[in-house]
């Protein structure tokens, strides 16, 4: 297809949009039903999609329906309610409709003046998420492309801070030649935060840990460890950690921040455990939040929002701003206006708000609070039958979302106890009927289930189990 002033564009466009309509159609409608993988291998997909560029175009609907065609066996089912890899939610049919829509009208999140509709709509959505989760109104934030990214923006805020506190701008000056910041975490801190450490110049290396014995920092080891240091420090926690679920205590942790003499800010991961915060039921898990520095967390997991979409909350707005000051003659600011790119590392952004807006909106409250409350339900009983299942142990408790477990069998020595895991987490995913992904749990692998679809039943739970008790089985055997 040539591109410019062709009469037949708008047709065209409408004809593809139709087809890709009919794709997704089909596609939501098989979810209940449809394999969650077929885990298809690398040398497979290569087979299926590498080609050299095409010399001449093609139908723009054509193209979408040879793309679904051959791509197909590597699509997930993540969207569906048997997807209980990683942390992942669905997507609600506000989000997915406003996510489209958001793509039509393709606007460019990244200035008032650019789209006042997309700024003033993410302001809405993030007093609203403040409102969801009881935080304080005054703090100021911005969406994000995810919780990678939005501990990149709390974590910068940090960097800020603690350069202040020793007498440098870190953003204008750098960090090098300047006293060392110190980072101190849990042995439980996310890939994802070490990541961003460093990306902004702290180095991976430089995080010193404290133990977490079933999840939660050991608070006297983390006491101990913060009267060896003297300068500022930066202080990570976690609103549960991903490998079972279990929090930090951050109101202790806001206690050690404001009692360290060297001063200290407090970042809290929150990708999917500071949505404990939106049920009556589960709140006191995120007690102390509110006292915060920064705050990370991920829409796309239990908003169910589509990919990507993250937020972050900073209580100060000026050190934020501070953080990613930038400016242009070709970038003038909207006097009196909110410029998103003020207060997140991108110029030009995805309109993410539009599809949490109108989730929250469809949603409300309450079925937030139900939803959240259904997926720990489901946890909660899944849990229990792994507890009373022959060959399946508990690793830990279950406190939210997130059941780690392994299969078991007498006579076997830990290493090969290990193995037996990695084979049953491959061997679950080529079932097809549900997903799990291995872990890695006080030094033994492990199997992961997550529960964050809006979608998903106890039907499903059940056919999870079904899966488990197969596989475990067979591998006995």
Not at 115 to 122: D, F, G, K, N, V
Not at 420 to 444: C, M, P
Request: aromatic share 8%; with cysteine.
């Amino acid at each position: 297809m040539n591109a410019g002033n062709d009469p037949t564009a708008g047709a065209a466009m409408a004809t593809a949009l139709t087809r890709a309509h009919a794709l997704a159609d089909a596609f939501l409608a098989s979810l209940p039903e449809r394999p969650v993988s077929h885990v298809s291998s690398p040398e497979a997909m290569r087979a299926a999609l590498d080609e050299t560029l095409p010399e001449s175009g093609t139908d723009p609907a054509d193209v979408v329906d040879e793309w679904f065609a051959r791509a197909e066996r590597g699509i997930t089912a993540s969207p569906g309610p048997r997807f209980f890899g990683f942390v992942t939610g669905g997507v609600t049919p506000a989000a997915l409709a406003g996510d489209w829509l958001a793509s039509a009208i393709d606007q460019n999140a990244g200035l008032w003046a650019s789209s006042p509709a997309a700024a003033q709509t993410e302001l809405v959505v993030l007093r609203w998420l403040k409102e969801l989760f009881g935080l304080p109104a005054e703090w100021t934030g911005a969406l994000t492309s995810g919780a990678t990214m939005a501990n990149l923006v709390g974590l910068a805020a940090a960097r800020q801070w603690a350069g202040r506190q020793l007498g440098f701008d870190a953003a204008a000056d750098g960090l090098a030649g300047h006293p060392p910041i110190a980072v101190v975490a849990s042995s439980e801190i996310h890939l994802s935060a070490v990541k961003c450490l460093g990306t902004l110049g702290f180095g991976r290396n430089q995080v010193r840990r404290v133990g977490a014995p079933g999840g939660s920092v050991d608070l006297d080891a983390l006491a101990g460890l913060l009267r060896e240091i003297d300068g500022p420090v930066i202080l990570v926690g976690n609103a549960a950690e991903v490998n079972s679920g279990h929090f930090d205590d951050l109101a202790a942790l806001a206690d050690l921040r404001d009692t360290h003499p060297g001063g200290a800010w407090l970042h809290v991961d929150g990708a999917f455990g500071l949505f404990a915060a939106a049920s009556p039921r589960l709140a006191h898990l995120c007690r102390g939040v509110e006292r915060a520095d920064s705050l990370a967390s991920d829409a796309h997991k239990w908003l169910n929002v589509p990919y990507d979409s993250g937020f972050a909350f900073v209580r100060d707005a000026a050190l934020l701003r501070e953080t990613f000051a930038a400016g242009g003659a070709y970038v003038l600011g909207s006097a009196g206006c909110w410029d998103p790119f003020t207060h997140v590392p991108e110029m030009s952004r995805r309109f993410r708000g539009l599809a949490a807006w109108c989730a929250l909106k469809a949603f409300g409250r309450a079925g937030y609070r139900v939803m959240i409350e259904r997926c720990v339900d489901n946890a909660a009983a899944f849990a229990r039958w792994v507890a009373g299942a022959p060959g399946v142990e508990l690793m830990n408790p279950v406190p939210l979302n997130i059941v780690c477990f392994r299969i078991v069998r007498a006579g076997l020595d830990n290493v090969s106890v290990d193995e037996l895991n990695r084979a049953a987490v491959r061997a679950i995913q080529q079932d097809g009927r549900a997903f799990v992904t291995g872990t890695v749990w006080n030094g033994r692998a492990a199997i992961r289930a997550a529960f964050d679809n809006w979608r998903t039943t106890a039907d499903d739970v059940a056919l999870l189990q079904d899966a488990v008790a197969e596989v475990a089985g067979s591998l006995r055997a």
